[in-house]
Antibody, heavy 119, light 112 residues
């Protein structure tokens, strides 16, 4: 059973960079899957941030593309999110999730981690 | 803002049938891309409920069903139960957004 676990600072200062990691267990990050980041501001809906394949190929939400970098660390079986120039509007629960290649749905999700942007 | 529109809320009494619509456009649902549905119980991560428009993952009750037609999709819950009270999101792919996955605006289902 694949499990995903997000980790990272729960508080980030405005104009700083948000950095999160998603550890994958029960399966290899080098398998035929895309690995996504999704966020959910308090009381609001889901927003897809972007995804990465183990080769390093990425797709990003155009509305966030200029501030987002997603990377993969195959040696640690994990992938990461960096979001720069954050503001209070980036306060959200951040989830990581898996999509099997040739499909477009997200079948495994992490439990999510709340990141608050505040001074 | 999301390119997939859902009603903010729907409600029904136990045992009733409710439906949730997900309206898109010619660059996503209307282009033939599949629609998937997620259930988010309070305080938890979303869970895949329906994939590929109408397929249920193992363990999902057959009270949940999905369909797609034209530029819209629907999720139906028959025999509504108290534990179905949750937020529901549709998800698809949009070709006008550089290969983006997109979510619907979300619908809160309330069991009266």
């Amino acid at each position: 059973q694949v499990q995903l676990q997000e980790s990272g600072p729960g508080l980030v200062k405005p104009s700083g960079t948000l950095s999160l990691t998603c550890a994958v267990s029960g399966g290899s990050i080098s398998s035929s899957n895309w690995w996504s980041w999704i966020r959910q501001p308090p009381g609001k809906g889901l927003e897809w941030i972007g995804e990465i394949y183990h080769s390093g190929s990425t797709n990003y939400n155009p509305s966030l593309k200029s501030r987002v970098t997603i990377s993969v660390d195959k040696s640690k079986n994990q992938f990461s999110l960096k979001l720069s120039s954050v503001t209070a509007a980036d306060t959200a629960v951040y989830y990581c999730a898996r999509t099997t290649v040739t499909t477009s749905w997200m079948d495994y999700w992490g439990q999510g981690t709340l990141v608050t942007v505040s001074s | 803002q999301s390119v997939l529109t859902q009603p903010p809320s729907v409600s029904g009494a136990p045992g009733q049938r409710v439906t949730i619509s997900c309206t898109g456009s010619s660059s996503n649902i209307g282009a033939g891309y599949d629609v998937h549905w997620y259930q988010q119980l309070p305080g938890t991560a979303p869970k895949l409920l329906i994939y590929g428009n109408s397929n249920r993952p193992s363990g999902v009750p057959d009270r949940f069903s999905g369909s797609k037609s034209g530029t819209s999709a629907s999720l139906a819950i028959t025999g509504l139960q108290a534990e179905d009270e949750a937020d529901y999101y549709c998800q698809s792919y949009d070709s006008s957004l550089s290969g983006s996955k997109v979510f619907g605006t979300g619908t809160k289902v309330t069991v009266l």
